[in-house]
């Protein structure tokens, strides 16, 4: 039994850990990386901390397993992590340990500079979203639950479009996108740019 809820603050431990554990093109990363919090630092913690309301959360018998998490306002929200998400993260990574694995490097260079989404893309499709559930809520339909949820939040909100970059290597992901009503826009290194319009 899988129920959609809202996001509780004593949620963040499972945002960072689903993150985690399929953030390898919808793989486990864990062997990737030394520090288990950098990949949610960047694609899922600052929703939770920054943008609540726009997480929802799916959850089983055995605990939340699966996510979505974005903004309304890709502008908006880049500003308010520059404001209050980055600068303790830099501090925190600003004499990096020599543990650290390539990927961490990765992710700490991406923390100091972050990359902006394509420019055309936001104007277009103003919102963007992240997605990702532990393999056991695969397959079963709740990835559509949880878009539809949140797509019914963001047209209530008057938002006219919604974007989301794929890894390209992720084929699963960008097929369920596809089947999804998300349309390929543009492909930049691997990230592929997907968008789906709610008004014009
Ligand atoms: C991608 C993901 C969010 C999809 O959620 P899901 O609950 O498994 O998908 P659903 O069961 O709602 O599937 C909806 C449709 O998408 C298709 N689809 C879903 N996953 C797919 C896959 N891996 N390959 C091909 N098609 C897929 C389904 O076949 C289904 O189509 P149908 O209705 O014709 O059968 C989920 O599998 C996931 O979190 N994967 C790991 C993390 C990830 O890759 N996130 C996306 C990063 S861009």
């Given at each position: 039994m899988?129920?959609?809820r809202g996001y509780r603050p004593d949620d963040l431990p499972a945002l960072y850990d689903i993150c985690l554990t399929t953030g390898a093109s919808g793989q486990d990363a864990t062997a990737l990386h030394s520090d288990r919090d950098l990949i949610g630092q960047l694609y899922a913690a600052p929703y939770g901390v920054l943008e609540p309301e726009q997480?929802?959360?799916?959850?089983?018998?055995?605990?939340?397993?699966?996510?979505?998490?974005?903004?309304?306002?890709t502008d908006g929200f880049a500003a308010r992590e520059?404001?209050?998400?980055?600068?303790?993260?830099?501090q925190r990574y600003a004499e990096p340990s020599p543990a650290l694995t390539a990927a961490d490097r990765q992710r700490i260079a991406a923390i100091r500079t972050p990359e902006r989404n394509p420019a055309d893309i936001v104007a277009a499709y103003p919102a963007h979203i992240h997605m990702n559930l532990r393999s056991r809520l695969r397959g079963q339909g709740v990835g559509t639950m949880?878009?539809?949820?949140?797509?019914?939040?963001?047209?209530?909100?008057g938002?006219?479009?919604i974007h989301l970059g794929a890894n390209a290597s992720n084929v699963g992901g960008v097929a369920f996108w596809q089947r999804s009503g998300f349309v390929p826009l543009q492909t930049i290194g691997r990230t592929v740019w997907m968008g789906m319009k709610l008004k014009d």
């Open positions: 899988v129920t959609i997480v929802l959360l799916a959850e089983d018998d055995l605990g939340v397993a699966g996510y979505i998490v974005g903004t309304f306002d520059e404001r209050d998400w980055w600068p303790a993260l830099r949880l878009l539809q949820r949140w797509v019914s939040m963001a047209e209530a909100a938002v006219k479009g």
